[in-house]
């Protein structure tokens, strides 16, 4: 974590940053190639506020297509309208103009298209299933698309140990339903399940709804196989659980969202699935007591706590009234979900409902509700996991993914609240509370400079201030890139980019992306 001084520090680094490649920034290309190719208001005005410009790689040629078109037949796509999909990320945001996308089977045609373009200089957008929040999905300008949506194998499951191999492009949903077959589970579970891609959430280090009870991906993935930069596969797929040969490799490629190798394969360790799960949807009425609720449940139910969630009565007022769901518990300023998991239905109901009694009378809890079936149990995630859809409905979003001390979480979004007053349609907070991992919304009718102006960078000095993070589990992408500096510190992210220089030195694999570019950081 960057201490206060170097945050200083770096905060008048990103100033001069901005200043000097601004500047450089307007008087070349980019702005007029992204309007010329019809990208969206805010990609524009990103590159311009971050000086984002296309960097000087090849530009895609009629023998580049025909070259792919011989490698895989039929897996290349090229029209204007198939392409459109690809070229924009989930919550339309930020919108690139590739013209190609290319759909490999294997790890050879990876390596053979990644040989390929490392020849060519042309920069390449790894995707999964571009569920996305932070732009690192989707290219910026040209990059060609490498999309995993055919590498789609289960390769091995071995009910011993609990390890599961597959291809990158595996939906995690379809593994999910896979493994429940065998009685067991992925230790990974989020909103976006039924279209993202497991290679996608390692390479983002994916966090979810389950961390708390499974932990994190940097734990649970046990091997990968990575294709590098200049095409050469590099098989770290082990599925060992101990392994103390050298340098843990795959550690680096988890979380390095695609600019450091693209993922093919990744073995994965699976828990048991638990035989009996619970859920209880309680109401809070103030967040000192979200919080008591959590140290006490997590005192009185122990092991068998698998995920406490929250959310405040703004995101129930906007799911209810946009996904026309209906909570069962109403009249709160906040929400929580405790879910338990597992072996003995009759024990853990037990448990749960003796915490529930304690909660109840000592005011923790004012009212709520206790899901024991599939049906109600999903019906009451619901609520939880739609709220990023429900958002999206009231007009631009402003997103924010905070890692924070717990006791600090929701302090946050009253400043914000305050700071910026009528502006703002909806400043909500909601999330992983079990993981310290706050999710700050904001929307406005439509994207406006100015409001951007008023969030940020105040959002990302208030997070430093109590040496949070600026992002917990969505990633830097293409629009935090440049705020690296005030979650570490100076040499950490000099090393970073020597790391991206010694695998990718000519940086084609997910440019823009990540780490503010050796190019802006050499005019500081
Ligand atoms: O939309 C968001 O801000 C959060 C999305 C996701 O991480 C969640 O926890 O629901
Ligand atoms: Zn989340």
Same mark, same amino acid.
């Given at each position: ?104 089977? !294997? ?67 379809? %593994? ?72 843990? %490799? ?45 140290? !006490? ?66 005011? %923790? ?160």
């Amino acid at each position: 974590m960057a201490s206060t001084a170097l945050w200083s520090r770096g905060a008048a680094w990103l100033r001069s940053c901005r200043g000097t490649a601004l500047q450089r920034g307007r008087s070349r290309e980019a702005p007029g190639v992204l309007r010329g190719r019809g990208c969206c208001r805010e990609v524009v005005a990103t590159c311009e506020r971050y000086a984002v410009r296309r960097l000087p790689f090849a530009r895609l040629a009629d023998g580049d297509v025909a070259f792919f078109e011989r490698l895989m037949p039929g897996r290349v796509v090229t029209g204007e309208e198939e392409v459109k999909p690809f070229n924009v990320d989930w919550l339309k945001s930020v919108r690139g103009c590739s013209q190609l996308v290319l759909k490999p089977q !294997t790890t050879a045609e990876v390596s053979q298209i990644l040989r390929y373009c490392h020849e060519r200089n042309l920069a390449v957008n790894p995707q999964g299933g571009n569920t996305g929040l932070v732009g690192g999905s989707v290219p910026v300008f040209d990059e060609i698309i490498l999309s995993t949506a055919l590498m789609n194998q289960i390769i091995s499951f071995d009910k011993v140990s609990g390890i599961l191999v597959c291809q990158a492009g595996c939906v995690l949903e379809r %593994l999910n339903e896979y493994l429940e077959e065998q009685g067991f589970i992925m230790p990974l579970d989020l909103g976006a399940k039924g279209s993202c891609h497991i290679g996608g959430n390692v390479a983002t280090n994916a966090g979810g709804l389950r961390l708390l009870r499974y932990g994190s991906l940097r734990g649970t993935v046990l091997g990968l196989e990575v294709v590098q930069a200049d095409g050469s596969a590099l098989d770290c797929l082990t599925s060992l659980r101990k392994d103390n040969t050298g340098y843990d %490799l795959k550690q680096l490629f988890i979380g390095s969202e695609g600019t450091l190798g693209v993922i093919t394969a990744v073995s994965i360790l699976c828990p048991q699935k638990p035989k009996a799960v619970n859920l209880a949807f309680l109401g809070c009425q103030s967040f000192a007591k979200v919080l008591e609720t959590f140290t !006490t449940c997590r005192a009185m139910l122990g092991e068998i706590l698998s995920a406490y969630e929250f959310m405040d009565e703004k995101c129930m007022e906007l799911v209810e009234r946009h996904l026309k769901l209906s909570s069962p518990v109403t009249d709160s300023p906040f929400y929580v979900l405790i879910e338990t998991s597992g072996s003995n239905s009759t024990h853990d109901e037990e448990k749960l409902n003796n915490f529930l009694e304690q909660a109840m009378a000592s005011g %923790l809890v004012t009212d709520g509700t206790v899901a024991t079936d599939d049906k109600k149990i999903k019906m009451l995630w619901s609520l939880r996991e739609r709220i990023t859809e429900a958002l999206t409905h009231e007009g631009y979003v402003y997103k924010y993914d905070i890692s924070l001390p717990v006791g600090k979480l929701y302090d946050l979004v009253t400043d914000m609240r305050a700071r910026l007053g009528q502006s703002a349609k909806n400043v909500v907070g909601y999330g992983h509370l079990g993981d310290g991992n706050l999710h700050l919304n904001i929307t406005a009718e439509s994207y406006s400079h100015s409001l951007l102006d008023a969030i940020e960078p105040f959002v990302y000095e208030w997070t430093a201030r109590y040496s949070g993070s600026i992002s917990a589990e969505h990633g830097l992408g293409f629009k935090k890139k440049q705020f690296i500096q005030y979650s570490k510190p100076r040499e950490a992210v000099v090393l970073m980019q020597q790391f991206k220089a010694m695998l990718d030195p000519k940086g084609i694999l997910n440019p823009y992306k990540t780490l503010p570019s050796a190019l802006e950081s050499s005019t500081c």
